[in-house]
């Protein structure tokens, strides 16, 4: 049974995940929070400590914090919901039991508690370590040999542009088979995580990515009339 399923931004430490690329989720006795990139932070009724209202800095409105006990974890972890009140939240939260260390024993978290502890041991990121190093040496690679050789050659008016296109081409190459082949998907994530946890980011960068190389590829044909 689903308690709750709210869209939302994140704060976790210094980094933020805006409307609508975090969502906070409790089911049957596992609270979830996914910020996207930022990470996935699953908890179980004995690593909550509590959870109390958390002023947005430069918002103006109320999230909610959670305090916890997971080692590995940022200290500070909030949600905030556009349309639900952080009180609504948290009252909600108190009436499913999961706060009441006495009720939570009644979850049936035997086959679940297994996967959450992995999830926590893994960490909140969502890509493995060495394609994360990877993905930024070969950016770094594409744009600054683009760079180097359109500086080389002599175009300066199509610095930016040839620097940019093929770094670009790279991340939307990245985020589109991310998103259509499952087998991409488990090298890149890792294990317990799904395209789910981050497709809403993959978009995100898709969309901007696209735009972008459009943009670019207008400069390019401009500068060379």
Known sequence: MTELNLTGGAKIGFKRASYPFASLKLNNGVLELDASLIGKYVFLPGDV???????????????????HNVAGYN?????????????????????????????SRNFNLTQREKEVRQLQA????PIKKS?????????NVL???????????NRFEKLIPLAALPALGFLAAVAILLLVSPGFARIILKEGRTVKD???FLFFILFIATFMLVNMYVIMNVTSK
């Open 49 to 67: 400590i509590s959870i109390g209202r958390y002023l947005m800095p430069g918002f103006g409105k109320e999230g909610i914090r959670i305090y």
């Open 143 to 153: 744009f600054i040999g683009s760079f180097a050789t359109a500086f080389l050659n």
């Open 75 to 103: 200290e500070k972890i909030v949600f905030q919901s556009l349309k639900v009140p952080a009180n609504d939240i948290i009252k909600t939260i108190e009436a499913s039991g999961f706060l009441n260390k006495e009720s």
């Open 122 to 125: 893994s960490g909140a990121f």
């Open 198 to 200: 981050i497709r809403k």
């Open 131 to 139: 394609f994360g190093i990877a993905f930024i040496v070969m950016w």
